[in-house]
């Protein structure tokens, strides 16, 4: 894809769910309980193209970051970095006091915006009943914390 192209970062509308959904299993990610969250989803596209997601689980004042993904023939262009950037931004506009992340291939991505390592029993119990903690993401996935102010 070309450079000069433009990225919009945008609030997810019901008619991308098909597109997400297939951009999260071509990502390897997880579908399960996805649906249920759109409303804290956002995506990037270029043109009318979805070519990226992320998505805010809210369980009170904490909140899950998920489904953070970049199609591969976009990759590099800062599309990830903006993507969890608009999320940390509806996080804070919420009312969100921290964000957990739980990832198996990204644990070197997100340090830049402020996650640290934590272990899971230091994970709120709200988070931990999420489908991601209970099946969707393996016990070997790292875990992420990030505090707000």
């Not at 956002?42 to 990226?52: L, M, N, P, Q, T």
């Not at 608009?86 to 919420?94: C, G, P």
């Amino acid at each position: 894809m070309s450079a000069t192209l433009s990225i919009s970062i945008e609030t997810m509308a019901a008619a991308d769910l098909p597109a997400l959904l297939d951009l999260l299993a071509a990502s390897n990610l997880p579908q399960d309980g996805f649906v249920e969250y759109v409303d804290a989803a956002v995506v990037a596209r270029i043109e009318e193209r979805i070519v990226g997601s992320a998505a805010l689980e809210i369980y009170g004042r904490s909140a899950l970051l998920r489904s953070v993904a970049v199609s591969p023939a976009v990759q590099g262009q800062g599309i990830g970095r903006q993507l969890v950037e608009a999320t940390l931004d509806l996080a804070n506009n919420r009312g969100i006091g921290r964000i957990y992340l739980l990832t198996e291939t990204a644990a070197g991505f997100f340090p830049r915006f402020g996650f640290r390592l934590v272990e899971r029993d230091q994970v709120d119990e709200a988070v931990k009943q999420s489908v991601e903690f209970t099946g969707a993401c393996p016990a070997s996935a790292t875990v992420m914390v990030k505090e707000l102010v």
